[in-house]
């Protein structure tokens, strides 16, 4: 198993370009997330996924766009860049919580993004 | 609002010096409390699960323990490769989806 894979490793944007940052795993999770971290902040939940079809916003969504087709890969859309989406994207996937247990998350390499 | 807390911020420790670390929560509904490693440029690494007040996992030099407020990763006679950031995080289920909350962690250094 690959477990979660990120593509690309680092990116360097301008201000106003458009870019998708991917995301696949091969566990048959239903859940899927992305996450990003900044220095001070910790890990913040930007969209979050619960099966092909279903997609939903964390804490931190403005600017980025979600959509998942397959249950292996959830993609997150920059729309416009902005300096502030400066920071480094994790993306994780789980089995879904049910009744009174969540299941751990496991993470991928993460992407670092710097926007200029 | 759930919140997660972790302190220290930072610890430097000697080769075989034991310690803990520790993760303060409040949240509406405990689902979960999860302890990550997470290696400089690498993603968190899943350590441990955490569903009830005293529960206990244990693996290799790390113990992590549960209680109503808080959670504690005990680590014995550790070893320079034991440096890491470790991440607390808590989880609850909202309509049906499990959120996690993370702490901003603590900067574990060990020297040899």
């Known amino acids: 198993n690959a477990g979660v894979t990120q593509t690309p490793k680092f990116q360097v944007l301008k201000t106003g370009q458009s870019m998708t940052l991917q995301c696949a795993q091969d566990m048959n999770h239903e859940y899927m997330s992305w996450y990003r971290q900044d220095p001070g902040m910790g890990l913040r939940l930007i969209h979050y996924?619960?099966?092909?079809?279903?997609?939903d916003q964390g804490e931190v969504p403005n600017g980025y766009n979600v959509s998942r087709s397959t249950t292996e890969d959830f993609p997150l859309r920059l729309l416009s860049a902005a300096p502030s989406q400066t920071s480094v994207y994790f993306c994780?996937?789980?089995?879904?919580?049910?009744?009174?247990?969540?299941?751990?998350?496991?993470f991928g390499p993460g992407t670092r993004l710097t926007v200029t | 609002e759930d919140q997660v807390t972790q302190s220290p911020e930072a610890l430097r420790l000697q080769e075989g010096e034991s310690s803990s670390l520790n993760c303060s929560y409040t949240?509406?509904?405990?689902?979960?409390l999860f302890w990550y490693r997470q290696d400089p440029g690498k993603g968190p690494e899943f350590l441990f699960t955490l569903y009830s007040a005293g529960e206990e996992k244990e693996k290799e030099r790390l113990k992590a323990t549960l209680t109503k407020k808080e959670s504690f990763l005990h680590i014995t006679a550790p070893k320079p490769e034991d440096s890491a950031t470790y991440l607390c995080?808590?989880?609850?289920?909202?309509?049906?989806?499990?959120?996690?909350?993370f702490g901003q962690g603590t900067r574990l250094t060990i020297n040899p």
């Open positions: 949240v509406s509904g405990l689902r979960g």
């Open positions: 995080a808590v989880a609850s289920i909202i309509q049906g989806a499990q959120k996690l909350v």
């Open positions: 994780a996937s789980s089995h879904l919580g049910q009744g009174e247990r969540g299941y751990e998350q496991y």
């Open positions: 996924s619960v099966g092909a079809g279903i997609t």
